[in-house]
């Protein structure tokens, strides 16, 4: 049960704009442990991850007033002054693809002489290999902060992960958890994540957006339920779409690590961060999120017992293509270098479209980020 003694966070009340929302499945968990359940699950999985990597879960076993104490963490720590959280910053760290600890917003430039409206700080898994100093604002909560981190990964990461392999047709479903075991030495973290409201003017230099369409690099990304509205997702028809936030959710979206494992069969999915709906604006917007990944020493070769993949003929991935075999380890730092770079040259055009210097996005010879506009 989470320490009592900080204030109750309280969540800002949700749009009334009527947008275009995304329709999304959501996975109930509570299935998961009856008899059938799973194959239940799976079934709605499958539609999902091959067309837009995005769906909800609900009755996760972590209960909001839990999931509200990580909120309520993350306002003391945003609340802190400048000063002090930048003694958890360090810009070589992040040039070199570290990326735990704290990210002061403004520290890369979106274009057209604005700069990003976003801070991060990022907790590393309590796996033994992470030892980080931390706030005293989050140090008296160290106990609830590993609580909630490890739930997330038991709850929600390693069930997702079970209904992966039947998906897959694994022999054995635990087969996809062995890779990502919470105590092995990995790169999952829980983040708190603050977005800064922005003038009108300043949103429009920049396309109405606080973060151009892109994907995440690891295995799947839990994004707890927040009521400012900016997150959008690219369907299969390329349509922009805004996800809602449905109460008692987590929205979850899958990932570059699992797309290389799948030969590509589950999609990374495609999403960016929009300035919020009127209503909205003017509101600064916290977000709670864990981001799993496979462990360290994992090779992201496609995963070659799959009769499912074998059978499709998907046993190639964008790293095998260029004579690659990473590692985690090794396709964090990279991606994570690319994506800290600073960069100085991005047009943006009238309509919000975002065009990079081809150097900025090379993450290894022959591989570039992608951008979607
Ligand atoms: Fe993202």
Same mark, same amino acid.
């Given at each position: ?11 800002? /009340? ?10 999304? =499945?959501?996975?109930? %968990?509570?299935?998961? #442990? ?11 999985? +499958?539609?999902?991850?091959?067309? =837009? ?14 999931? $509200? ?16 959280? @930048? ?5 070589? $760290? ?18 057209? *002489? ?9 907790? /590393?898994?309590? #796996? ?13 909560? &160290? !106990? ?10 038991? +709850?929600? =990461?390693?069930?997702? @992960? ?24 990995? +790169? ?27 994907? #995440? @690099? ?9 009521? =400012?509205?900016? %997150?959008?997702? %690219? ?12 109460? *008692? ?7 570059? &690590?699992?797309?290389?494992? !799948?030969? *590509? ?18 509101? $600064? ?8 990944? /496979? ?5 992201? #070769?496609?995963?070659?017992?799959? /009769?499912?993949?074998?059978? @499709? ?31 100085? $040259? ?8 975002? !065009? ?18």
């Amino acid at each position: 049960m989470p320490d009592t003694s900080l204030e109750k966070y309280d969540h800002v /009340p949700v749009t009334k704009e009527d947008l275009d929302w995304a329709e999304l =499945v959501t996975l109930d %968990l509570s299935l998961y #442990d009856q008899p059938g359940g799973k194959e239940k699950l799976v079934k709605q999985l +499958e539609h999902a991850v091959q067309h =837009v990597g995005f769906f909800y879960v609900k009755n996760f076993n972590i209960s909001q007033e839990e999931v $509200d104490f990580q909120f309520a963490l993350g306002r003391e720590f945003y609340a802190l002054p400048l000063e002090e959280k @930048l003694k958890y910053h360090n810009a070589d $760290d992040l040039a070199r693809g570290e990326y735990n600890g704290y990210r002061p917003a403004g520290h890369r430039i979106l274009g057209n *002489g604005i700069r990003d409206n976003v801070q991060v700080y990022n907790i /590393p898994k309590f #796996d033994g290999y992470h030892q980080r100093a931390q706030p005293d604002v989050l140090q008296k909560y &160290a !106990t609830e902060i590993e609580a909630f981190s490890r739930k997330c990964h038991t +709850e929600v =990461v390693e069930k997702l @992960l079970r209904l992966f392999a039947i998906l897959l047709e694994l022999p054995d479903e635990d087969q996809l958890v062995r890779d990502h075991k919470y105590d092995v030495k990995g +790169e999952d973290h829980l983040r708190y994540m603050h977005y800064a409201a922005r003038s009108a003017e300043d949103n429009k230099k920049v396309g109405e957006l606080y973060s151009p369409g892109h994907t #995440d @690099l690891g295995t799947i990304t839990l994004l707890f339920r927040q009521p =400012v509205v900016a %997150l959008q997702i %690219l369907n299969s028809e390329g349509q922009w779409k805004w996800v809602r936030p449905q109460d *008692g959710t987590i929205t979850i979206n899958t990932c570059d &690590a699992l797309t290389a494992l !799948t030969g *590509g069969f589950i999609k990374s999915s495609i999403h960016r961060v929009h300035a919020p709906p009127q209503d909205q604006a003017h509101v $600064d917007r916290l977000g709670v999120l864990y981001f799993a990944r /496979p462990n360290n020493h994992v090779i992201l #070769d496609p995963i070659q017992n799959s /009769p499912l993949l074998n059978h @499709l003929g998907l046993t190639k991935n964008a790293f095998t293509e260029l004579d690659q075999h990473l590692t985690t380890e090794q396709w964090v730092k990279v991606r994570q270098s690319q994506q800290q770079r600073r960069n100085r $040259d991005v047009k943006i055009s009238d309509d919000g479209k975002y !065009t990079y210097k081809h150097k900025d996005l090379e993450i290894i010879p022959g591989l570039q980020a992608v951008v979607y506009n």
